[in-house]
């Protein structure tokens, strides 16, 4: 089989969104997402209907890729699934239909790290987009991790930063319901902040050792200080929303910045990427550009469809698992936490 016609198909399961993407090399075909709007009235992911859900729509997304793609399912060399980490029956629903898939084409079947694939997701060859040289730092943010990762390969990552308790995609959404805003507020908060005075009212950056992350008090800082002032004037909410969310933004890149700043300190690497559903932020793609200048990093911002969680990520990882053969049997297990 030559190198410059592999097709590799990709299923992404980890949460709530049912995703496919056809991928020719490093090149993506097709890359869809069906998202799932029945969690926004519980207020988060309600895992038993996300993996019902799953169930539903995975067949005709698969279907869709395929097509979107041009090319028939016999034309396919591989087939990539996120492994973990990420809700274990979602996972089952992607593992399954990825099992039996390559089993019934007798292809290979490609097990991918969906944190991986985050950081991966630069490889993809995407017009305008420059692809980052080993070895580079990766922050990945998200509503379940914050990690600085040093990357010396493709399967060659440690993690040297990571948070203590809290991811800084909660921090986001817990202020927004704090706010008042609804599910998900991550993205709601980003569109406040663009109207907002981000020096408007001042909280404090956690103490916290060497390259780890801690947010948890920045979100009983915030709470606290919402509820102070609507005890003193109901309308506080309404009146400043712009300013408490640029405000809160603002020291959230601040608490980002720092880290990355010692990173590239401690081990002299000054290449940056950054990978998750919260590298989508404005803000912080805007302060990252940034740095090239005041800093003279060199920064990668992935295309916003790949930043949030989608296939393309998790088949630009199984096309180079591909490569070294680095393959699969139907015993593979999905891990609802797994390790680099």
Same mark, same amino acid.
């Given at each position: 089989m030559t190198n410059d016609s592999v097709y590799i198909l990709a299923i992404e399961s980890s949460c709530d969104d049912t995703a496919a993407a056809v991928l020719k090399n490093d090149k993506v075909l097709s890359n869809l997402v069906a998202r799932q709007s029945i969690h926004e009235e519980y207020g988060g992911v309600v895992p038993e209907l996300a993996s019902r859900a799953h169930q539903q729509n995975i067949v005709p997304v698969v279907d869709m890729a395929l097509k979107k793609a041009g090319i *028939?399912?016999? $034309?396919?060399?591989? &087939? =990539?699934?996120?492994?973990?980490?990420?809700?274990?029956?979602? #996972?089952?629903?992607?593992?399954?239909?990825?099992?039996?898939?390559?089993? !019934?084409?007798?292809?290979?079947? #490609? =097990?991918?790290?969906?944190? $991986?694939?985050?950081?991966?997701?630069?490889?993809?060859d995407e017009e305008g987009y420059d692809k980052p040289t080993f070895p580079f730092l990766a922050l990945t943010i998200s509503g379940g991790h914050t990690q600085i990762v040093k990357v010396s390969g493709f399967f060659e990552m440690e993690i040297i930063g990571e948070t203590t308790d809290d991811a800084v995609g909660e921090a986001f +959404?817990?202020? !927004?319901? /704090?706010?008042? %805003?609804?599910?998900?507020?991550?993205?709601? /908060?980003?569109?406040?902040?663009?109207?907002?005075?981000?020096? =408007?009212?001042?909280?404090?950056?956690?103490?916290? +050792?060497?390259?780890?992350?801690?947010?948890?008090?920045?979100?009983?800082q915030i709470l606290y200080f919402v509820q102070k002032n609507v005890a003193l004037n109901p309308n506080f909410i309404?009146?400043?929303?712009?300013?408490?969310?640029?405000?809160?933004?603002?020291?959230?890149?601040?608490? %980002?910045?720092?880290?990355?700043? #010692? =990173?590239?300190?401690?081990?002299g690497i000054n290449q940056i990427a950054i990978g998750g559903g919260v590298s989508a932020n404005s803000g912080i793609r805007n302060t990252l550009k940034e740095a090239e200048t005041k800093y003279g990093w060199k920064?990668?911002?992935?295309?916003?469809?790949?930043?949030?969680?989608? !296939? !393309?990520?998790?088949?630009?990882?199984?096309?180079?698992?591909?490569?070294? *053969?680095?393959?699969? *049997?139907?015993?593979?297990?999905?891990?609802?936490? &797994?390790e680099f």
């Open positions: *028939n399912k016999k $034309q396919l060399h591989g &087939i =990539a699934f996120t492994q973990g980490p990420g809700l274990m029956g979602s #996972l089952l629903v992607g593992s399954s239909f990825a099992k039996s898939f390559s089993m !019934a084409l007798n292809i290979p079947l #490609l =097990a991918v790290n969906h944190m $991986q694939a985050h950081i991966l997701a630069h490889f993809i +959404d817990k202020t !927004a319901k /704090i706010l008042g %805003l609804p599910y998900p507020g991550g993205p709601l /908060i980003d569109q406040f902040a663009k109207e907002g005075n981000p020096k =408007a009212f001042l909280f404090t950056k956690p103490n916290v +050792d060497g390259l780890n992350f801690s947010f948890s008090g920045l979100k009983t309404e009146e400043n929303k712009a300013d408490i969310c640029a405000s809160v933004q603002n020291i959230i890149i601040k608490i %980002l910045m720092d880290k990355l700043k #010692l =990173a590239v300190e401690e081990t920064t990668y911002i992935p295309k916003f469809e790949y930043t949030t969680d989608n !296939a !393309a990520m998790i088949g630009i990882v199984g096309y180079q698992k591909y490569l070294h *053969n680095q393959f699969e *049997n139907t015993s593979v297990v999905s891990k609802a936490r &797994i």
